[in-house]
């Protein structure tokens, strides 16, 4: 008889999507039926529909650009068959914690760019703002459309040892993720079509139609069709594959910088039939690169004079500019106190613990036990540049309190989470491997999220980072109706 | 049903004002019948919220723009769960109007049988409740009769009212909105003894051509005790028995109690007020 392929698994003392703290042989209730179905699999039938599920990886072009990578720089992002899966009564308080968040960093940006109230209250010290490199001057005192500075903003959840969702942090850049999100559904209903309609599970299908209403609500000319566009750094950039899914499942345009052109405060796009004015550019291209006159007199992959037509009001780009201050790591720390102030609130989703090393008592205490915390730099993200104080080496430990000594502002410090753990597909049968949850949180007309997000599992044996740059892979995430 | 409501209002003033003070009641209650899951109530220019809860039990958000400003815009977002509200096979009669003498001394009755600030029981209002009551000697019958009354008597009309008119020249013209003929409904319900309090909120307009009257902004109707039986919700505007469609806000005498909006500021009237108001229903 073919083996049982929980037979072996061990939860090791993490919590698991699928057992929660519970035996291995007992899972939860919203798992039962994944459960069954994977006791039910034929020998072999696995490895069937895993290549099955690559090769389609493969005809959709799913794959992203690893940066500093000797062998080739593009990869297919590795997917993992095993659902996670939320009950319904868990997505109700996440999807209600993300919409609160959303408001509050909204409402902080629309504030530290017009009166600074929050500063002069002194519920966040003003240095932490001026000190922030995305800040923005060229950004106070903007009238900004619709009042809203971020319109897609992707948070990392996680879950620590009790099962207890953290917000690990905001992304309100360019967050990326959500074209893995809805080809990892398309995928998973070819290869599981009856486990899938079983379970009533909430569609996601419909996020590149919000997306799209949420440009479009930026639009200076309501009077017509608003024309948006997709601005992409390039085929070298590690999400262009995204970049190009979204801009087709939304029916428009993928431009590069020299594609656009500014004149006389407007900007227009070069096409074959002569030039058409852009209204809305949903731009996955960092401020620091947006405007050579303004930022980064070297970028090439900006459109001189955009900022001009920005500030003028006849164009709109989402995000907005100087969105990076909200999700600065140091800002991180106030978010609680954002919603305090804002909202007269209670945060719904917690922060994970986390020390300022610019604040002396903090950097005293991190630069003592460096070995059980997580180090962060402030201001990068997709999981470059950190350290996990239980997997260094001397050597690095030492490295690490040089540069926090030298330059506090820019490092910050949270307690080692142990992340909690998912049934993976491994070489050696189904392990547990650690995962978070990125949901994508649209602010258009109303604030909008499609239910579940990118589930990222760490695939490398006790790995905590889940960063695709980082050898991480992922997962289709089913939030149940009830 | 679990219903999602976003309210939007949006001030434009034609030169910037100052010293704006202002009290919202944009936060809905929990009680029997419905829970408040979330509510998220929100300003622009950002300023910083504060919150207590007034005398009729209502959640009230203030705050101050000390600052020039050209716009003010308040925004809340709520997500309710409500249940069922009332049995449409057996309404509560059988509570004689006779037995609403007990209820005049009552505490927790009196404001509601009361003249208040835009509802006054006098000769007039009391003669023509009177004369709508008919042969009815029963309370919930009563109130039901003076709800069909409004809607079938009254012309619905957006242009004719304020939000500063008093029930007294609604019962003379017969003309208003949901507010307006709430506060009759009032009137005609104190006149007789039957207490009787202003609610604002929303509903969700489930009709197939979408058919009730004032969706597109707040709502409003009348709540009526009846002895033994609780508080009754009733609909003049849509000549509706409130169910699990409705969504309560805030309940108290009349409109000046719970206004969802309040305040003062130094300088022009506003050039214009949007108003948006957005039910969905949730899954």
């Known amino acids: 008889m073919r083996p049982f392929p929980f037979e072996n698994y061990l939860t090791e003392g993490f919590f698991d999507e699928m057992f929660g703290k519970g035996h291995p042989h007992k899972p939860l209730k919203h798992y039962q039926e994944v459960y069954n179905r994977l006791g039910r699999l034929e020998s072999g039938e696995?490895?069937?529909?895993?290549?099955?599920?690559?090769?389609?990886?493969?005809?959709?072009?799913?794959?992203?650009?690893?940066?500093?990578?000797?062998?080739?720089?593009?990869?297919?992002?590795?997917?993992?068959?095993?659902?996670?899966?939320?009950?319904?009564?868990?997505?109700?308080?996440?999807?209600?914690?993300?919409?609160?968040?959303?408001?509050?960093?909204?409402?902080?940006?629309?504030?530290?760019?017009?009166?600074?109230?929050?500063?002069?209250?002194?519920?966040?010290?003003?240095?932490v703002i001026q000190s922030s490199s995305n800040f923005r001057k060229e950004m106070v005192g903007f009238d900004i459309p619709k009042d809203i500075f971020i319109q897609v903003c992707g948070s990392d959840l996680i879950r620590d040892d009790s099962g207890t969702y953290f917000v690990l942090e905001d992304n309100a850049r360019c967050p990326s993720g959500a074209s893995y999100l809805l080809e990892n559904r398309e995928i998973m209903k070819k290869t599981f079509p009856q486990t899938f309609q079983g379970m009533s599970v909430r569609s996601v299908e419909e996020y590149p139609e919000l997306l799209l209403k949420t440009l479009e609500n930026l639009s200076p000319r309501q009077s017509q069709k608003p024309v948006c566009v997709v601005l992409t750094p390039g085929v070298y950039n590690s999400?262009?594959?995204?970049?190009?899914?979204?801009?087709?499942?939304?029916?428009?345009?993928?431009?590069?910088?020299?594609?656009?052109?500014?004149?006389?405060?407007?900007?227009?796009?070069?096409?074959?039939?002569?030039?058409?004015?852009?209204?809305?550019?949903?731009?996955?291209?960092?401020?620091?690169?947006?405007?050579?006159?303004?930022?980064?007199?070297?970028s090439m992959l900006g459109v001189p004079g955009l900022m001009n037509a920005y500030l003028r009001g006849n164009v709109a780009l989402a995000n907005g500019i100087g969105t990076g201050v909200a999700d600065d790591k140091v800002t991180y720390a106030y978010v609680p106190e954002m919603i305090k102030y804002y909202l007269d609130q209670e945060p719904i989703l917690s922060n994970v613990p986390t020390f300022l090393c610019w604040r002396e008592k903090d950097r005293k205490y991190v630069l003592e036990n460096l070995k059980s915390l997580v180090i962060k730099p402030a201001n990068e993200s997709g999981g470059y540049g950190m350290m996990v104080g239980s997997s260094s080496s001397e050597k690095e430990r030492q490295e690490f309190k040089d540069r926090i000594s030298s330059n506090p502002r820019d490092y910050i410090a949270q307690p080692i989470i142990s992340l909690s753990r998912h049934p993976t597909f491994c070489e050696d049968g189904i392990e547990g491997r650690h995962v978070d949850l990125r949901p994508f949180i649209l602010y258009g007309k109303d604030i909008e999220i499609v239910p579940g997000g990118l589930t990222r599992v760490a695939l490398k044996k006790n790995s905590l980072i889940v960063?695709?740059?980082?050898g991480g892979g992922s997962k289709d995430t089913w939030v149940l109706k009830n | 049903?679990?219903?999602?409501?976003?309210?939007?209002?949006?001030?434009?003033?034609?030169?910037?004002?100052?010293?704006?003070?202002?009290?919202?009641?944009?936060?809905?209650?929990?009680?029997?019948?419905?829970?408040?899951?979330?509510?998220?109530?929100?300003?622009?220019?950002?300023?910083?919220?504060?919150?207590?809860?007034?005398?009729?039990?209502?959640?009230?958000?203030?705050?101050?723009?000390?600052?020039?400003?050209?716009?003010?815009?308040?925004e809340s977002r709520s997500t309710i769960s409500t249940h069922k509200r009332v049995d449409f096979e057996?309404?509560?009669?059988?509570?004689?109007?006779?037995?609403?003498?007990?209820?005049?001394?009552?505490?927790?009755?009196?404001?509601?049988?009361?003249?208040?600030?835009?509802?006054?029981?006098?000769?007039?209002?009391?003669?023509?409740?009177?004369?709508?009551?008919?042969?009815?000697?029963?309370?919930?019958?009563?109130?039901?009769?003076?709800?069909?009354?409004?809607?079938?008597?009254?012309?619905?009309?957006?242009?004719?009212?304020?939000?500063?008119?008093?029930?007294?020249?609604?019962?003379?013209?017969?003309?208003?909105?949901?507010?307006?003929?709430?506060?009759?409904?009032?009137?005609?319900?104190?006149?007789?003894?039957?207490?009787?309090?202003?609610?604002?909120?929303?509903?969700?307009?489930?009709?197939?051509?979408?058919?009730?009257?004032g969706s597109e902004a707040s709502h409003a109707w009348i709540e009526v005790l009846v002895n033994g039986h609780g508080w009754f919700g009733l609909d003049p505007t849509n000549n509706r028995v409130v169910d699990e469609t409705y969504v309560i806000l805030g309940t108290g005498r009349d409109y000046k109690d719970v206004a969802p909006i309040t305040g003062t500021y130094y300088g022009r009237l506003p050039e214009s007020m949007e108003i948006t108001v957005t039910v969905k229903p949730l899954q």
Not at chain 1, 96 to 124: C, E, V
Not at chain 2, 163 to 188: P, Y
Not at chain 2, 199 to 208: E, I, K
């Open chain 2, 90 to 213: 057996s309404f509560p009669y059988g509570v004689s109007m006779k037995s609403l003498r007990e209820m005049e001394g009552k505490a927790d009755c009196r404001p509601y049988l009361q003249s208040s600030s835009y509802v006054e029981i006098n000769p007039e209002a009391w003669r023509m409740a009177v004369d709508v009551q008919g042969e009815s000697k029963d309370v919930f019958q009563t109130a039901y009769l003076i709800m069909e009354f409004i809607y079938e008597r009254f012309e619905y009309s957006k242009a004719t009212t304020s939000v500063h008119s008093h029930a007294n020249e609604i019962l003379s013209t017969r003309k208003g909105v949901c507010q307006d003929f709430a506060h009759a409904a009032l009137a005609l319900c104190r006149c007789l003894g039957i207490p009787a309090r202003y609610v604002s909120g929303y509903f969700y307009d489930h009709t197939r051509n979408q058919s009730m009257r």
């Open chain 2, 1 to 74: 049903m679990r219903l999602y409501i976003h309210h939007k209002t949006h001030y434009r003033y034609p030169s910037p004002v100052k010293d704006s003070f202002n009290e919202l009641r944009l936060h809905p209650l929990s009680n029997q019948w419905q829970k408040c899951e979330s509510c998220f109530v929100n300003v622009f220019p950002t300023s910083r919220l504060h919150k207590y809860l007034d005398l009729n039990g209502n959640l009230v958000h203030h705050f101050e723009i000390p600052q020039d400003h050209s716009k003010l815009i308040v």
């Open chain 1, 467 to 470: 960063n695709s740059s980082q």
């Open chain 1, 46 to 127: 696995i490895l069937e529909k895993r290549s099955q599920a690559d090769s389609s990886f493969l005809e959709h072009g799913v794959t992203f650009t690893v940066y500093g990578d000797e062998e080739g720089t593009e990869k297919i992002f590795p997917f993992d068959l095993i659902p996670r899966i939320i009950p319904h009564s868990e997505w109700t308080v996440i999807d209600q914690g993300l919409r609160q968040r959303m408001l509050a960093l909204n409402l902080f940006l629309h504030d530290i760019y017009q009166d600074a109230k929050i500063l002069s209250d002194g519920i966040i010290p003003t240095e």
């Open chain 1, 239 to 298: 999400a262009y594959f995204e970049h190009t899914f979204l801009a087709r499942q939304m029916g428009i345009e993928i431009v590069e910088g020299r594609d656009l052109i500014a004149i006389d405060e407007f900007v227009y796009m070069r096409t074959t039939h002569g030039l058409v004015q852009v209204d809305v550019i949903y731009r996955r291209v960092d401020d620091d690169f947006l405007d050579p006159l303004f930022f980064n007199k070297d």
